[in-house]
Nanobody, 127 residues
């Protein structure tokens, strides 16, 4: 049974940093597409970063390039999102998602194509 669970969200002032985590279980960690998504109240879900767990290029949304960075620990099946220079516009519920690779390009997957989702962790950035 695939499970994803985010943690580490919280409140921070603009310009600050936060690292959120995603604990994954129940699947072969090195052969999945994964992503971080976020959704603010009244807005559509946005892809923050998409990547292949086996390595390769990570695809960041333009809105977070240069500020957000992912890292992964394959042994622990953990994925981290380091968020620096946070802005109030980054305020949202952040979700970790996963989908079997099945020969696809992870960077092209839309949110609806991700099969598994965590419950989310709230990030609030105050001005």
């Amino acid at each position: 049974q695939v499970q994803l669970e985010e943690s580490g969200g919280g409140s921070v002032q603009a310009g600050g940093s936060l690292r959120i985590s995603c604990a994954a279980s129940g699947f072969h960690f090195s052969s999945y597409c994964m992503g971080w998504f976020r959704q603010a109240p009244g807005k559509e879900r946005e892809g923050v970063v998409k990547f292949f767990t086996g390595g390769g290029i990570e695809n960041y949304a333009d809105s977070v390039k240069g500020r957000f960075t992912i890292s992964r620990d394959k042994d622990k099946k953990m994925v981290y999102l380091q968020m620096n220079s946070l802005k109030p516009a980054d305020t949202a519920m952040y979700y970790c998602a996963a989908a079997p690779l099945n020969g696809r390009l992870c960077r092209l997957l839309e949110s609806m194509e991700y099969t598994y989702w965590g419950p989310g962790t709230q990030v609030t950035v105050s001005s």
